[in-house]
């Protein structure tokens, strides 16, 4: 089946630093989701693309929706400790007959050292 | 408060014993869909159904049940449950087709051990 490749898996690093991930697959996405998971809960959206080049910012995060429909990056700026968690990407595909199917990445677990 | 809600959030059970992971969702969303998350692997689709009685395999159906004879239920069914189902799961839901419609909102998980 499709798959999506996150990367980096984990990241280490200071308070105060920025981050960056991203996603890329082969396949061709019609919208990019962002989610983060706290521990011990459920993936939270963060960010919605729906337009390839697409910028969309939330607070310190800012994501794009890459101009090939393949990729997606996602860039926390000035972490701070409640960054820590771990970050989807999920792209989907809109299949006549699974409605909207989420392709999921790996994950990126993010610590932060205060 | 619009929520998706799963029950238990943790379980600890022995291999063949039948059990099930209930899933209900306030919101009246069409979608619903259950994900298994192991160490790794991000996120895979057990199973999810369109709507009422309306049900279709994800991609990792094995060894799984669901029902959808409610809107807002979306129970999750191990009818002879082994280790290699131990897992942390997801019950998600959405609007239903189209951009937009189809962000998926999680319940907040249910951790399943098989001993």
């Known amino acids: 089946g499709q798959q999506l490749n996150q990367s980096p898996q984990s990241m280490f690093i200071q308070e105060g630093e920025d981050v960056s991930m991203n996603c890329t697959s082969s396949s061709i996405f019609n919208t990019w989701l962002w989610y983060k998971q706290d521990p011990g809960e459920g993936p939270v959206l963060l960010i919605a693309?729906?337009?390839?080049?697409e910028l969309t910012s939330n607070g310190r995060l800012t994501a794009q929706f890459g101009i090939t429909r393949k990729d997606s990056f996602l860039n926390i700026s000035a972490s701070i400790p409640s960054d820590v968690g771990i970050y989807f990407c999920?792209?989907?595909?809109?299949?006549?007959?699974?409605?909207?199917?989420?392709?999921f990445g790996q994950g990126t677990e993010l610590s932060v050292k205060p | 408060e619009a929520q998706v809600t799963q029950n238990p959030r943790y379980l600890i059970t022995v291999t063949g014993k039948k059990l099930t992971v209930t899933c209900s969702q306030n919101?009246?969303?069409?979608?619903m869909s259950w994900y298994r998350q192991d160490p790794g692997l991000g996120l895979r689709q057990i199973y999810y159904s369109m709507n009422v009685e309306v049900t279709d395999k994800g991609d990792v159906p094995e060894g799984y049940k669901v029902s959808r004879k409610e809107k807002r239920n979306f129970p999750l069914i191990l009818e002879s449950p082994s280790p290699n189902q131990t897992s942390l799961y997801f019950c998600?839901?959405?609007?239903?087709?189209?951009?937009?419609?189809?962000?998926?909102?999680f319940g907040a998980g249910t951790r399943l051990s098989v001993l």
């Open positions: 693309l729906y337009k390839a080049g």
């Open positions: 998600a839901s959405s609007l239903g087709r189209g951009l937009a419609k189809n962000i998926q909102y």
């Open positions: 919101m009246n969303h069409e979608y």
């Open positions: 999920a792209g989907q595909l809109l299949f006549y007959n699974q409605g909207g199917k989420l392709i």
